[in-house]
Structures are given as structure tokens and as C-alpha cells.
């Protein structure tokens, strides 16, 4: 709440007018060594195979017990699980997408825990992965994970952990969550026919959605998270993910076609609304080692990093989006007027302050507090795109550590 009109809380950290996550199954990523060069170009400003860093920061998906035929945590060299680790604790991977096709068992899920526990690793987003044993949707997903009486159960051990988010398989051609639902958008000069069958599907799922279903209520109101509860009862935040391809949620879905997704027109809608996606996509799959992330692919990563350079679009990794995003859903906060000074008590409950961005009037004082401790570390920024300025705590940004 506020002390008055001109004082309101900014939809995103100040100057970003939107926020996107490449949330990246590794499904088919032929080896350790293209997803951390993969990882690196998406992170850093080095040199690497798919030319110079992008300087972006975005998380990654893992899984443990996969064939052998499979790169995973548990297949890759000891060196490698050591890499691995140091992208858990830095944030650079922040889900799990599933554990595995290979695991069947609460026993694989203790093992890889407590490997997790030991070496100081946290995971707090879960993903589906395909149809395994250990996932958690029932009515895409088909999982068991949730499910006492399956050998596969874990939810109370992943919950227990530290998992507060999770993925069950919903997918929304709709660029721009927790913002209004444009599905006139969806249609393509480029794809007719394909998209305006995309357009109907979608439509179809919003009305379902409308009519009462809970597999497309996500769809219906076109919000980015909703509290559930699992079937063994655990209470957790599901997310929606997006993937506005004009020919359908399944098309384009991978590193060497995300060109066809991450277009300029799709960049424009996302600012235009002042929308929140998770981006579905599968970034080390391809033909062969050799097609991931052709040159079409890395214009279009390389649009993104300049969204953002330039101050449009704030790339973060999944856990941070949609952490941020839940705390300003949740966020409770009061400014006072008091001996000249307008005074924010802001009360996050201990989640992340980052980013969080008000607007206030120019000529008071302000002093920031939250969870009862003053803060110093706030800016004060000038007129935005909507000509108002305000404070923000700043957004940092993870520092990459290989």
C-alpha cells in the first residue's frame, strides 16, 4: 500500500520495462563440453566457440541418473561434477529438470541429495523432464514423484531440500506473462495456416480454462505463477512457461531454431506489455555437436543482449525471475510522511530485495527499511519511459565463476 498516488511500487527493477529467463531443458546436450561452452558464451564477455560472450545471465537446467548415452551429473567426469557444482552455488544452474530417466527410486534421490547437501548446493526450481519416473505433473507430465505410494516418491525429500518452484509441463504460446493476454498476436503472414491453428489452440485452452479446468486456468488468466499444492501435499509455486512460436508450442523449441522464436517483433511485444516470460527451449539440442547454435541463432541471442544493454529487457536466470516476481506479488509495504521525510518500511518476508524499484516524489528524503533494517544501498533514478523517478535497490548481477 502507499501514503499516496504518486508514491507505487515499478512492475520490474528500475530502468527494465520487462524480464525474461532462458529456462533451457539440456535434453540431447551431446556433452560436458557444450554445455559449458554454451553456459560461458550466454555468461560471460569471453572468446568462445560461437564467438564473443554475450555477457547475459542465464541459469540452466540438470539432470542426475540418465544412459550413459546421456550427458548428466551422475555421467560426466569427476572434474566435471566439480564444474558443475561451482554453476549451482554461483546460480548459473538453478533447476532440476527431473532426476533422470534412470531414477526409480527414493534411494537415487537420497544419493543425489545428499551429494548436493555435502558440497553446499541448492536447487529451488523444479522442471518436468519428458515422461520421468520422478516427475510431478498428472495431467501432462504424467509423473510420480508426488506420489506416496510409488516407488518414485520424493516430494517431501526435494521439497524438504529446497525446491519451491515448480514446472509441470504447461506451455503458453503467449509472449508476455501477468500481462493482458493478447492472443491476436499469435498469428504469422509467415505461417497462415500454422498459426491460426496455434491461435485456436490456444483459444481452446483459455476457454477451458474459463469453464473451470485446472489444467488451463495458468492459460485462462495468463499469470506466471500460482500457489499448489502437490498430491502428497506439499505447497509450492507453479510456474508457466512460454514459447510464442507461431506454429505452436513444440515447434522451435531448441538452440538451432530459437532464431524463429526470439525475433525483433516478439522482443517489441514482450516490452510493449510489460510482460514476464520463462522462454521454453532446449538450447543444446540439435542435428549434431556441430549445428548447436548456427549463426541465425546467435543474431537472435545477440538481439536479446542488446535489449538489455540497453536497458529494455532485464535477462535474469529462472530462480531470480521468478523469485522476484513472487515477491512483488507478495511484497508488503507502507510510506509514511514524517518530519519531511517519506519512510518505506517494506517487509519481504526474507525473500530477495533486488531490484525492488518505487516511484516517488522528487523532493522528499527517503529513508528505506526493510525487515526492520535501514537500508543505504537504494538509488534514486530520474523520469522513466513513464515520466516518473523513484528509488530502487540495485539489481546485481551473479558473478560467473569458470
Known amino acids: 500500500m502507499s501514503c499516496a498516488l504518486t508514491v507505487s ?32 558464451f550466454l555468461n560471460t564477455r569471453d572468446v568462445t566457440r560461437f564467438g564473443n ?39 548459473h544452474i538453478d533447476c532440476f529438470h527431473s532426476y533422470g530417466d534412470s531414477a526409480t527410486s527414493r534411494q537415487h534421490v537420497r544419493e543425489t541429495l545428499d551429494d548436493l547437501k555435502k558440497h553446499g548446493c541448492k536447487l529451488r526450481v523444479w522442471v518436468d523432464h519428458a515422461i520421468a519416473p520422478t516427475n510431478f505433473g498428472k495431467d501432462i507430465m504424467q509423473g510420480k514423484g508426488d506420489v506416496a505410494e510409488d516407488g518414485a516418491f520424493h516430494a517431501d525429500l526435494t521439497v524438504a531440500h529446497g525446491v519451491e518452484f515448480v514446472w509441470m509441463g504447461r506451455v503458453t504460446s503467449i509472449v508476455g506473462q501477468n500481462s493482458h493476454s493478447d492472443l491476436g498476436s499469435i ?8 498459426s491460426t491453428v496455434t491461435f485456436f489452440k490456444e483459444f481452446g485452452k483459455r476457454l477451458a480454462g474459463r469453464l473451470g479446468s485446472s489444467k488451463y486456468e495458468m492459460h485462462r488468466s495468463n499469470e506466471l505463477l500460482r500457489q499448489t499444492s502437490l498430491r502428497s501435499g506439499q505447497e509450492v509455486w507453479e510456474f508457466i512457461r512460454s514459447n510464442p512460436h507461431a506454429c505452436g508450442v513444440s515447434v522451435g523449441d531448441r538452440g538451432d531454431r ?26 543444446g539440442k540439435a542435428r549434431d555437436e556441430e549445428s548447436i547454435l548456427p549463426e541465425e541463432s546467435i543474431q537472435a541471442l545477440t538481439g536479446l543482449a542488446e535489449r538489455t544493454r540497453s536497458k529494455e529487457i532485464l535477462v535474469t536466470t529462472t530462480q531470480r525471475l521468478l523469485d522476484y516476481c513472487r515477491n512483488v506479488d507478495s511484497l508488503r509495504w507502507n510510506a509514511v510522511r514524517n518530519s519531511g521525510q517519506l519512510i518505506f518500511d517494506i517487509e519481504t518476508g526474507g525473500r530477495p530485495a533486488d531490484g525492488l524499484s518505487f516511484y516517488v516524489p522528487r523532493e522528499e528524503p527517503i529513508v528505506v527499511k526493510i525487515d526492520g533494517v535501514v537500508r543505504n544501498d537504494f538509488v534514486m533514478f530520474g523520469a522513466d519511459h513513464t515520466g516518473r ?11 560467473y565463476p569458470i
Not at 550413459?68 to 561451482?86: K, V
Not at 523517478?389 to 558473478?399: E, Q, T, V, Y
Open 187 to 194: 498469428f504469422s503472414t509467415r505461417y497462415p495456416l500454422s
Open 258 to 283: 530459437i532464431a524463429e522464436v526470439m525475433t525483433a517483433s516478439m522482443l517489441n511485444r514482450l516490452v510493449q506489455k510489460g510482460g514476464v516470460s520463462v522462454l521454453y527451449t532446449h538450447l
Open 9 to 40: 511500487l515499478r512492475d520490474f527493477p528500475f530502468p527494465y520495462r520487462a524480464m525474461v529467463s532462458i529456462c533451457s531443458d539440456l535434453d540431447e546436450t551431446p556433452s560436458l563440453e557444450s554445455y559449458l561452452e554454451i553456459s560461458r
Open 389 to 399: 523517478g523513484g528509488f530502487s535497490i540495485p539489481w546485481k548481477k551473479l558473478p
Open 53 to 91: 560472450g554475450l555477457g547475459l545471465e542465464v541459469g540452466n537446467t540438470i539432470y542426475f541418473h540418465m544412459p550413459e548415452s546421456e550427458f548428466s551429473y551422475w555421467n560426466t567426469t569427476r572434474e566435471g561434477r566439480e564444474a558443475l557444482r561451482q554453476l549451482i552455488r554461483s546460480g
